[in-house]
């Protein structure tokens, strides 16, 4: 359901004319596995630098989602956590609406093409996480081990969404972090792959200024909050984290070719000539 919903999204926001009777009931509930329930949900605002060429570009920003849970956490964008969560609630109500309206009218949440794709499992299965990413229509999953960063706390203090914070630096995946923890919130968790401080990670971001997270909203859970997984199908491409990257860079370098290689998802959109994309990744892969 995932794939339609992106399908038609890139539909109308390329061509905006093409209508096309897609019924929600035509197809089969979003599925998956509760890999647990969280205690705790934060929102973070995501700022990543695309375009490093271009000075005059702006970071681009996707609102995300951090569940923590006793054993599991998920990171993931807040666009794709409410999206799944209204169509599976319009599924089970029997609420048999026109996809292609309901993006239109915003049903879903507002789609926009600068939206961070990645779902991001910690400690699942244990000691590993487990990444889900798109790229072009496919959907890629992938594991790696947990690595931790090599923390240094300082001795400098903030205060961040009216916590006492501490600071701590470190180089992970690529960059120079800086980033602030609030001991009052005692689980060793953060935005995206950070972890391993004595406090919730409220705030990070790297020395160039390409790169940050910020806590804008802290949910103390009081009701069963479950941290699913999607369950595989036949789109669903299974890689390591090193194939995976080398697919995204080149997606970056020739969109319009990788697109239409894509037997999976075929569009007019992605019949057009779509120019070179940037390519700046949290993550730098060598």
């Known amino acids: 359901m995932k794939q ?32 647990g329930y969280s205690k705790i949900r934060c929102v973070y605002e995501q700022y990543v630098l695309e375009d490093t060429v271009n000075p005059q570009k702006k970071p681009v920003k996707n ?25 599976a609630d319009d599924y089970k109500k029997k609420n048999n609406v026109d996809i292609v309206e309901a993006i239109q009218s915003g049903r879903y949440g507002k789609v926009t093409e600068k939206y961070d ?35 240094r706390i300082e001795n400098e203090k903030a205060t961040v969404l009216g916590y006492s914070c501490i600071k701590a630096t470190t180089t992970f995946c690529g960059r120079n972090y800086m980033a602030w923890f609030t001991p009052d919130i005692p689980v060793s968790d953060g935005p995206w792959k950070f972890t391993g401080l004595p406090g919730l990670i409220l705030r990070v971001y790297d020395d160039k200024g390409q790169v940050t997270f910020e806590c804008t909203q802290i949910l103390k859970v009081g009701w069963k909050d479950p941290i699913v997984k999607p369950k595989e199908n036949r789109n669903t491409i299974k890689t390591s984290k090193e194939d995976f990257y080398k697919q995204l860079k080149r997606y970056c370098d020739n969109p319009t ?30």
């Open 63 to 87: 609102q995300m989602y951090l569940q923590i849970g006793e054993q599991v956490s998920k990171y993931m964008s807040c666009f794709e956590f409410q999206s799944d969560s209204l169509m």
């Open 257 to 286: 070719g990788v697109a239409n290689s894509n037997t999976r998802v075929t569009t007019t959109a992605t019949r057009r000539i779509l120019p070179r994309m940037p390519y700046n990744p949290i993550e730098r892969i060598e």
């Open 117 to 151: 794709k990645i779902q991001l499992y910690k400690n699942f299965p244990e000691h590993k996480n487990t990444i889900r990413n798109r790229i072009a229509g496919d959907n890629y999953i992938y594991q790696e081990d947990i690595v931790k960063p090599q923390w």
């Open 4 to 35: 339609i919903l992106i399908v038609l999204a890139l539909l109308y926001t390329t061509i905006g004319q093409v209508h096309a009777q897609v019924r929600l009931l035509d197809f089969a509930p979003p599925t998956g596995d509760t890999l």
